[in-house]
C-alpha cells in the first residue's frame, strides 16, 4: 500500500509538473540560460550543409526588367539624419569615402567617383527580408572581389566587417538616433562572391537614401540585414569575437543569426 | 448485448462512460477483447517526438509569420495585393481593430488575429501570444527555435520512412491501395456512423487512415521541408529549380504555411478519431504498443 501511495504521489508530481511547465509555456524556458546556446548549435549545421550545396560560386537567380517590382521596399534605416550624413547628402555625396583597412597588404580609400570607375556589374535580383517578403531590384555596382583584390587581403583574413553611417541607438532620449551605428559582417566567401556589390545605384537611379545612398552592400544569397546601407569603411579581420557586442553584425548583437542564408 | 435497456441508475451510466473512453462509440463491452502488438517501438518514438518537434515548429512558424503577416503569391511581395494579411487598424477611441483580409473579404478578428492582448496590454500582431514562441514579439528567437527543430523534423521524419519501408510498415499499413479510393465513399459512410473496424479488419489501417497517413507523412511532409528550404537564399542559388517549382519564393512561403494548417486540420481530426475510437485503447497502443481488438459480433462468446 505505502508503495502505491508513493508511487501515486510521484505520478501526482509529475503530472502537477509537466502541467506547471505547459502554463509556464515556453516563455519561461525562453529565458533559460543554457537555451540560446542549445538553439544556435545549429546554425554551424545548417551554414555548412547550405555552403556544402551552395558551393563558393552558385549565383542567386537573377530576373528581367519585366519582373523589376515598382516599388522596391525599404526597411531598417530610411535616413541616418545625423549633421555629418546630411552633410554629405547635400554636397551628392561627392566628398563620401569607402576605405578598406584591416588584414590587407594595400588599404585603400575610394571616392564615390573612383568607385564608379571601377568595373562594374548590373544584376537583377530578388531581396529577401528576414521579415518573409521579396522584392525585385536592378542593382549596379562594383564588386567587392574586385576591390578587395585592388587591397591584397592577408591570408589570415577571414571576414570583411562593414562600418555605416546610420546610428541605431538614442543616447540621450532627443528622439534622434545618434549611437551605435550599423555593421554587419561576410565571411571571404560570400564577400568575394561574383554577384557581392558595393552598389550605389539601384533601378539605373542614384541609390536614394532610403535605400542606402550613396552606397550599400549586395550580397544576394544572403537576407537583407546581411546587406548593410550607408556603407563606408571594410575592415578585414581574423575573427569577429572583439568587435562591439562579438557577434559580427549590428542585429546579429541583438540575437540573430550570423547566417544569413536562410 | 442490450445496455440500453438496463436501468439507468449511476453504476450503469458510469460504466457506460468509462466504455466509451476506453474503447470508444459503438464498442460492446460484453464482446470479448483480444490484445494485439499494433506500433513497433520506432513508429512510437517517431510519433512522440513528432508531437513535440512540430508542436514548437507551428508555434515558433507564427512567431515568424507575425514579422510580415501577410501571403503573396509569385517571386516578389505585391504588398498592394497579399492573398491574406493580418492588420491593425485605429478605431475612433484609438483602440485597435484586428482585421484579417483573405483574398476579397475582410474579417473583424480583433483579439485573435491582427490586434490582441499580449500580458494585458494590446498590441499589433498576426496570431496570438498564447500561439507563438515566444510569446512576445521576437524574431530572433522564433527563428533560432525554428531552425534547431527543423532538423529533428527532418531526422525524424527520415528515420521514421526508412524504418517504415524496412521493417514493411509501409507497404503493409500506409501505402494506398487501388481499393481504397474505389472504397472511399462506404468506408466514409462507416465512419460517419462511428463503425469502427472490428477484429481481424482492425489490425492492418483502413482505406481512410492509409490515405490520409500516406498524404500528411509522405506529401505534405516533404513538401513543407522543401517550401521551407526555398525560402533560403543561399539554397536558391544551390537549386534553381526549388523557386521554380514553387511558383516563386512567396508562392513557396504560401505553400508552407497551407502546409502547417493541413497538418493542424489533421491534428484536429486525428483528435476526434482517436476519442471516438477508444481515447484509453488508442494512448495506450502508442504508449506500450498493444491495441486491444473487439471480436466481431462476439464470434467467441
Known amino acids: ?262 | 448485448m442490450t445496455i440500453a435497456s438496463e436501468p439507468a441508475d449511476g453504476y450503469a451510466v458510469r460504466s457506460r462512460i468509462l466504455n466509451f473512453l476506453k474503447y470508444g462509440a459503438n464498442s460492446n463491452p460484453a464482446d470479448p477483447r483480444v490484445p494485439f502488438y499494433r506500433h513497433p517501438i520506432f513508429v512510437r518514438v517517431a510519433h512522440w517526438t513528432n508531437v513535440i518537434v512540430l508542436t514548437v515548429m507551428l508555434m515558433s512558424g507564427l512567431q515568424i509569420f507575425n514579422a510580415h503577416s501577410a501571403l503573396y503569391w509569385g517571386y516578389q511581395s505585391d504588398f498592394n495585393h497579399p492573398l491574406l494579411s493580418m492588420v491593425a487598424m485605429q478605431n475612433d477611441d484609438g483602440s485597435l481593430k484586428g482585421v484579417t483580409q483573405i483574398g476579397p473579404w475582410q474579417f473583424d478578428t480583433t483579439g485573435w488575429l491582427g490586434a490582441s492582448q499580449v500580458n494585458g496590454q494590446w498590441a499589433v500582431r498576426g496570431f496570438p501570444a498564447w500561439a507563438t514562441i515566444p510569446g512576445p514579439q521576437w524574431l530572433a528567437l522564433g527563428r533560432l527555435w525554428h531552425f534547431f527543430f527543423a532538423w529533428l523534423f527532418v531526422a525524424n521524419g527520415a528515420i521514421f520512412a526508412s524504418l517504415a519501408v524496412y521493417r514493411g510498415h509501409f507497404r503493409r499499413d500506409l501505402k494506398p491501395k487501388v481499393s481504397d479510393i474505389t472504397g472511399l465513399p462506404a468506408e466514409i459512410a462507416h465512419h460517419a456512423k462511428l463503425q469502427f473496424p472490428k477484429g481481424e479488419a482492425a489490425k492492418t489501417y483502413n482505406g481512410i487512415q492509409r490515405l490520409t497517413y500516406f498524404t500528411v507523412i509522405f506529401i505534405i511532409g516533404p513538401l513543407i521541408v522543401l517550401t521551407g528550404l526555398t525560402m533560403s537564399p543561399t539554397l536558391d542559388s544551390a537549386f534553381p529549380f526549388l523557386p521554380w517549382l514553387f511558383g516563386g519564393r512567396q508562392s513557396a512561403r504560401t505553400i508552407h504555411f497551407l502546409c502547417a494548417f493541413s497538418f493542424v486540420l489533421f491534428f484536429i481530426v486525428h483528435i476526434v478519431m482517436v476519442v471516438l475510437s477508444g481515447t484509453w485503447n488508442n494512448v495506450r497502443a502508442m504508449i506500450t504498443g498493444t491495441y486491444e481488438i473487439e471480436q466481431a459480433g462476439g464470434r467467441h462468446g
Open chain 1, 1 to 262: 500500500m505505502a508503495d502505491g501511495a508513493t508511487r501515486r504521489g510521484f505520478l501526482m508530481r509529475s503530472f502537477a509538473g509537466v502541467a506547471t511547465l505547459a502554463l509556464a509555456g515556453c516563455d519561461s524556458i525562453s529565458q533559460q540560460p543554457w537555451l540560446d546556446p542549445l538553439l544556435r548549435s545549429a546554425e554551424a549545421l545548417t551554414m555548412r550543409v547550405q555552403r556544402l550545396f551552395a558551393g563558393n560560386h552558385a549565383l542567386a537567380q537573377e530576373f528581367t526588367k519585366a519582373d523589376i517590382a515598382p516599388m522596391f521596399r525599404a526597411n531598417g534605416t530610411l535616413d541616418p539624419g545625423t549633421q555629418e550624413y546630411r552633410a554629405h547628402a547635400q554636397k551628392n555625396f561627392a566628398d563620401w569615402r569607402i576605405t578598406v583597412s584591416g588584414l590587407v597588404e594595400h588599404p585603400l580609400s575610394l571616392s564615390m567617383d573612383q568607385l564608379r570607375k571601377l568595373p562594374a556589374r548590373t544584376q537583377i535580383t530578388r531581396h529577401d527580408c528576414v521579415e518573409g517578403w521579396s522584392c525585385i531590384g536592378e542593382w549596379t555596382g562594383a564588386p567587392l572581389a574586385h576591390i578587395l583584390a585592388l587591397a591584397q587581403p592577408k591570408d589570415e583574413a577571414r571576414y570583411a566587417v562593414f562600418y555605416c553611417a546610420d546610428p541605431m541607438s538614442d543616447s540621450n532620449g532627443d528622439g534622434i538616433n545618434d549611437s551605435d551605428f550599423y555593421y554587419e559582417s561576410l565571411d571571404m566567401v560570400e564577400a568575394t562572391h561574383p554577384q557581392t556589390l558595393l552598389a550605389y545605384k539601384l533601378n539605373g537611379q542614384d541609390l536614394d537614401i532610403a535605400h542606402g545612398a550613396p552606397v550599400r552592400v549586395r550580397a544576394e544569397r544572403q537576407l537583407g540585414y546581411k546587406q548593410p546601407k550607408y556603407v563606408k569603411d571594410i575592415v578585414l579581420v581574423d575573427s569577429l569575437d572583439k568587435i562591439s557586442g562579438g557577434r559580427g553584425g549590428y542585429w546579429e548583437d541583438q540575437g540573430y543569426n550570423w547566417w544569413g542564408g536562410i
